[in-house]
């Protein structure tokens, strides 16, 4: 997809970013974060702007920490690493059904 201009208007900040994603994907993703951050606002009575983002990030990146760990992922491994430990995962399960 070519790169295009996508104007980004998130806690009374306005600004654009390029992206290589289409459209919809990207309102899918604002649309999520304003979710959070809703959900946040309302949760914690925090109004800070700033400190509503900082949280956001925060359960953003737990979410993320938590998907890694059920995937098996060790933060900062590559994908080759972890394919390769995968596929010596499956080996082994097969090698003990046979």
């Known amino acids: ?37 809703e959900s946040l606002a309302g949760a914690t009575k925090v109004g800070d702007p700033l400190k509503l983002s900082i949280l956001a990030n925060i359960t953003l990146l737990d979410d993320l920490a938590a998907l890694r760990r059920e995937a098996g992922l060790v933060a900062g491994e590559d994908l080759g690493r972890l394919a390769d430990r995968l596929i010596h995962r499956l080996d082994d399960g097969l090698g003990e059904s046979s």
């Open 1 to 37: 997809m070519p790169v295009q201009l996508v104007t980004i208007k998130v806690l009374g900040a306005s600004f654009s970013i390029q992206t290589d994603e289409s459209r919809e994907y990207m309102d899918s993703l604002l649309s999520e974060l304003e979710r959070r951050l």
